[in-house]
């Protein structure tokens, strides 16, 4: 199946600052790409999808200035977590979906603590 | 919006047992797809279910999808130490996102 990488897996940062996070599709070229999050033991809640060279559809309640999302070209997404604080630790999953398949590849997340 | 709902949240399952897992959905869906997240990692395409009354086989996994495209089930037979996981639902309109169900976590006792 499709590959979907994400990078860092692990990040801790103090309150206030910024995190960016990357999703890369290794052997597709990625048209859409989707942010989840999941809390623990919760399903997973999608935040925007990203079409590349467009701006991201952001699902409603999730604030766009906060959760910044560029999706340049067609293998990368990034989401920058800004000014963060300790309600967004979680754990962040992208995916992402070809132009010849429904199904989505995840990525294997990145479990961000905010201190 | 289209909510997806999955039933039931745990599953304690008795090794060479069977069972099953059940989503419905407050709207038609174009498709269904079936995923499922071991502890600790994340979730992985199991299969997509497009048509009215489809059912696809996957070994031990039964897939069906609702004559109305509203609901869907994963049967399990004789659970084996690695089905142990949680098992999403993920339902699709036109739009190509996907909702997903609760999930239904299933652990085993030998």
């Known amino acids: 199946g499709a590959v979907v990488s994400q990078h860092p897996s692990w990040v801790i940062c103090k309150s206030g600052t910024s995190v960016k996070i990357e999703c890369r599709s290794l052997d597709f070229q990625a048209t859409t790409m989707f942010w989840y999050r999941q809390f623990p033991k919760q399903s997973l809640m999608l935040m925007a999808t990203?079409?590349?060279?467009?701006?991201?559809?952001?699902e409603q309640g999730v604030e766009k200035d906060k959760f910044l999302i560029n999706h340049a070209s067609l293998t990368l997404s990034t989401l920058t977590v800004t000014s963060a604080h300790p309600e967004d630790s979680s754990f962040y999953i992208c995916?992402?979906?070809?132009?010849?398949?429904?199904?989505?590849?995840f990525g294997p997340g990145t479990r961000l603590t905010v201190t | 919006g289209q909510q997806v709902m999955q039933i039931p949240q745990y599953q304690h399952v008795q090794e060479g047992e069977d069972f099953t897992t059940y989503c419905n959905s407050s709207t038609t869906l174009s498709n269904i797809q079936w995923y499922k997240q071991r502890p600790g990692g994340h979730p992985v395409f199991l299969i997509q279910l497009v048509k009215s009354g489809e059912v696809k086989k996957q070994k031990r996994l039964t897939f069906q999808f609702g004559e109305a495209k509203k609901n869907s089930s994963l049967h399990i037979t004789a659970t084996q130490t690695t089905d142990v996981g949680t098992y999403f639902c993920a339902g699709s309109s036109n739009d190509y996102k996907l909702s997903f169900g609760a999930g239904t976590t299933v652990t085993v006792r030998a």
């Open positions: 990203s079409n590349e060279g467009s701006k991201a559809t952001y």
């Open positions: 995916s992402a979906r070809g132009t010849t398949f429904y199904e989505q590849y």
